[in-house]
């Protein structure tokens, strides 16, 4: 399956990168690089993830753990849609 990333999420990744990156360049490219590795993995097993137990009822969102970050997706036709990258704790609003 297609991956895609929603400007959303691309910077959510960029912010990630950003806020680690002030104690450490090398940690903030491990930590983007796992979660990005993470994501590509979706498109072998689109089911990894559990559901999102914030999500609307009317759109059913899944999520990856990678450390204390949630990747959180969608699945389209042929298509994993990444919504957000965020850390865990904080809640997620779908809006």
């Given at each position: 399956?297609k991956i895609s990333w929603t400007p ?10 950003e806020y680690i990156a002030r104690d ?61 990258v965020m850390h865990g704790a904080r ?5």
């Open positions: 399956m959303q999420a691309r910077g959510d990744l960029e912010a990630i990168r450490s360049a090398k940690y903030a490219r491990m930590w983007v690089g796992k979660l990005v590795k993470k994501a590509q993995l979706l498109s072998q097993f689109p089911q990894l993830g559990r559901d999102v137990p914030e999500a609307l009822e009317d759109e059913p969102l899944k999520e990856v753990l990678v450390g204390d970050y949630r990747i959180i997706y969608g699945l389209g036709d042929g298509e994993i849609v990444i919504v957000t809640e997620f609003i779908n809006k």
